[in-house]
């Protein structure tokens, strides 16, 4: 049975959901950031993603212990997570490999996830080990999605947001396949020129998700007239997903990523995707972003 698990700090609440360790509520003031999974759009808010993003080829790849078969964004959004530790401020959990888990994706692994409320921001962290006698093959993601406007400016619309960057910078994203959910590395599309603003628009996510690499400082701001929104400070992950689902739908997702779905251009073996990493045995790895509203 899943369980709801609140923190907070003087000024902010976060509530994680044991099922696939999701967060979900996200509030500043009383005010609530986070989607709140309406079905009419999206059923999900902050999905956890690992070990893969976004798709492999036919749901299917290779790999040095057999096949894998798992669906987009991998297995962990589908598990039941444990509470090994919970304070005023902080919680973490754990989902261990287990013979269900091996038969989609053939390694033994342990991931824990740490949420914690410290200096205005959410921390969301990544920590995968190696508990295998083999090297481990992963990537790890994250995908929490936005209430806009924010709250408390319901005056705003969705097309008065932007995404700000560090700086300015000139850049075009790769396009996805909708039918396969593959990423075209080879053909793309321009989204900013030698500036540091990208306006957002509904229209904007007619093909599916903005891909960026290499953003400036690693840091994004989605922002309304008033100031208000959202931050996200991803340093050590080089992708950053932006989506909104169609039909108009009132979020988007800010999504910092390790690695992507499997590119047209690439083979089916898992361990030489993009961005994969590769952990030897024994050995753990940690990865931290962190969600900021403004």
Known sequence: MSEIITIHDDAME???????AQLMSLKK????????????WWPRCAPVLFPIVGNIRDNRADSEQGEIRFGRHGLARNYEFEVTEATESLVRMQLESSDDTRAAFPYDFRLEMTYALSGGALEQRFTVTNIGEVTLPFVVGGHPAFNVPAPGCANEDFGDYVLKFAEPWTYSSPTINTTTGLIDFQTRFSLVEDSDTLQLSHRLFDVDTLIFEDVPRRTVKMVGPSGHGMQIDFDGFDYFGVWSAANDAPFVALEPWRGTATGTDENDVFESKRGMDLLDAGDTAEYAFFMRPL
């Open 14 to 20: 976060a509530s994680i959901d044991t099922a696939g």
């Open 29 to 40: 003031d009383g005010g609530e950031y986070l989607w709140q999974r309406d079905p009419k």
